[in-house]
């Protein structure tokens, strides 16, 4: 069982939807959660970041960390055809001073069709 | 995350070559990281330094690969006699003292002939 399973997808969605995009994990010391983008041939761009359990809300972005399900969400509203690109979860522990190693997903394109 | 430069952007090898890939932290970051992203896998981790300090070089090969952050310039990470397989996109990324959150460069895209 891989550490970090996401969808690779591809999603495809009309501008204006809702966008869920989900990761699952199983080291239950993961404790920092993050959400990047990755635009295509170009470096992840850092979204959310979430220690913990809960809740977080930047513009049109919400991130959601369950730990009890392993389970982190990325909510984009009003999604707009600029935001098609390959999202990237990431997670590390704090456990042992390594909580800078981060272990990501495989990424999910999402494309935002006008 | 343009404060993280790297270079080159496209690096093209002949086997057996060796290859240097550059980064340059985010003004104030101490703490460099290497990544790997291989086509269709995700970004994997390769080492952690800090100026002239190798703290984790875990996800490094054992063979070929090395890494460096020398008081004075960039971050080098030099890969030795490539072969094929190393063909895939480096990042570099940087974060502060006791910063989890790191932020990403460009990347160094390997091209193996």
């Known amino acids: 069982q891989k550490e970090v399973e996401q969808d690779p997808g591809p999603l495809s969605v009309p501008e204006g939807a809702i966008v869920s995009l989900n990761c699952t994990y199983s080291?239950?010391?993961?404790?920092?959660f993050m959400w990047y983008r990755q635009y295509s041939r170009k470096g992840p761009e850092l979204l959310m970041y979430?220690?913990?359990?809960g809740n977080k809300e930047d513009g049109r972005f919400t991130a959601q960390v369950d730990k009890s399900s392993k389970y982190i969400s990325l909510f984009i509203r009003d999604s707009q055809p600029s935001d098609s690109a390959t999202y990237l979860c990431?997670?590390?522990?704090?456990?042992?001073?390594?909580?800078?190693?981060?272990?990501f997903g495989k990424g999910t394109l999402l494309t935002v069709n006008p | 995350n343009a404060g993280v430069m790297q270079n080159p952007r496209h690096l093209v090898r002949r086997r057996g070559q060796e290859a240097r890939l550059r980064c340059s932290p985010m003004?104030?970051?101490?703490?460099v990281y290497w990544y790997r992203q291989l086509p269709e896998e995700g970004l994997k981790f390769m080492v952690y330094?800090?100026?002239?300090?190798?703290?984790?070089e875990s996800g490094m090969p054992k063979e070929r690969f090395s890494a460096e952050f020398p008081k004075e310039g960039p971050s080098i990470l030099r890969i030795q006699q490539v072969v094929r397989g190393d063909s895939a996109a480096y990042f570099c990324?940087?974060?502060?003292?006791?910063?989890?959150?790191?932020?990403f460069g460009q990347g160094t895209r390997l091209t193996v002939v």
């Open positions: 003004k104030g970051h101490s703490h």
């Open positions: 979430t220690y913990s359990s």
């Open positions: 330094l800090q100026k002239e300090n190798i703290i984790d």
């Open positions: 080291n239950s010391a993961f404790q920092y």
């Open positions: 990431a997670m590390s522990a704090r456990s042992g001073g390594s909580n800078y190693k981060l272990t």
């Open positions: 990324a940087s974060s502060p003292v006791g910063v989890t959150e790191a932020f």
